[in-house]
Nanobody, 121 residues
């Protein structure tokens, strides 16, 4: 059973930075053979994709975070990170990590419990 745990959220002023971490355990293979995602959900909003890194090491970002957020992966530690710079109040949300088998839909993957990010104006 795959378990995903996020950490690193907190309260930061606009323009500040945070680094979120996602640790996956129970993987059959190294995390570089999985697709990993960061999603976020603000109050009253639907969960949205923020960033993705595939098993092939391709990355993708939501337009709203391009140039500010960077997703990366540490294969040795089975960890995925999201470096968030120049944060804006609209980045406030609960951030979730998802790890799914390479090429499969995220809905079939494993979710963490989420970590709260709050950006004050």
């Amino acid at each position: 059973q795959v378990t995903v745990v996020e950490s690193g959220g907190g309260l930061v002023q606009a323009g500040g930075s945070l680094r979120l971490s996602c640790e996956a355990s129970g993987l059959i293979f190294s995390i570089n053979l999985y697709d990993s995602y960061w999603y976020r959900q603000a109050p009253g909003e639907q969960r949205e994709l923020v960033a993705a890194i595939t098993g092939g090491h391709n990355t993708d970002y939501a337009d709203s975070v391009k140039g500010r957020f960077t997703i990366s992966r540490d294969n040795a530690k089975n960890m995925v990170a999201l470096q968030m710079n120049n944060l804006k109040p609209e980045d406030t949300a609960v951030y979730y990590c998802n790890v799914a088998r390479w090429g499969s839909d995220p809905s079939s993957g494993s979710w963490g419990q989420g970590t709260q990010v709050t950006v004050s104006a």
